[in-house]
């Protein structure tokens, strides 16, 4: 069964970090391209990060370019987010999706409906407050 889990979501205060993972099962990750998204509360939503699946390109929204970090470890079939200086803003839910067109934005927005991706996960709950 073909499947994507994220992991590694919670409670953090404010300045505080996180490190989300996204396991895959059922297919091996090693020609996709990987995005991270997030939907906050009564918001649409948003791409937030995205790693090529030679890992030799990746892309940052603004708003969390400088903070977060995406990699991958192909031999453990897992792409992460590593997410510092958190902030309330961070708060939602982060899903991944896998990519086979391994494509990722050169910059602007990641708008989803523009990518072939074509398996997601379930989300994982970040939420930042004090």
């Known amino acids: 069964q073909v499947q994507l889990v994220e992991s590694g979501g919670g409670l953090v205060q404010p300045g505080g970090s996180l490190r989300l993972s996204c396991a895959a099962s059922?297919?091996?990750?090693?020609?996709?391209?990987i995005g991270w998204f997030r939907q906050a509360p009564g918001k649409e939503r948003e791409g937030v990060s995205c790693?090529?699946?030679?890992?030799?390109?990746?892309y940052y929204a603004n708003s969390v370019k400088g903070r977060f970090t995406i990699s991958r470890d192909n031999a453990k079939n897992t792409v992460y987010l590593q997410m510092n200086s958190l902030k309330p803003e961070d708060t939602a839910v982060y899903y991944c999706?896998?990519?086979?067109?391994?494509?990722?934005?050169?910059?602007?927005?990641?708008?989803?409906?523009?990518?072939?991706?074509?398996?997601w996960g379930k989300g994982t709950l970040v939420t930042v407050s004090s």
């Open positions: 059922g297919f091996t990750l090693d020609y996709y391209a």
């Open positions: 790693v090529s699946s030679s890992d030799t390109n990746t």
């Open positions: 999706a896998a990519d086979s067109t391994d494509v990722c934005p050169r910059d602007g927005d990641y708008d989803e409906i523009y990518y072939g991706l074509d398996y």
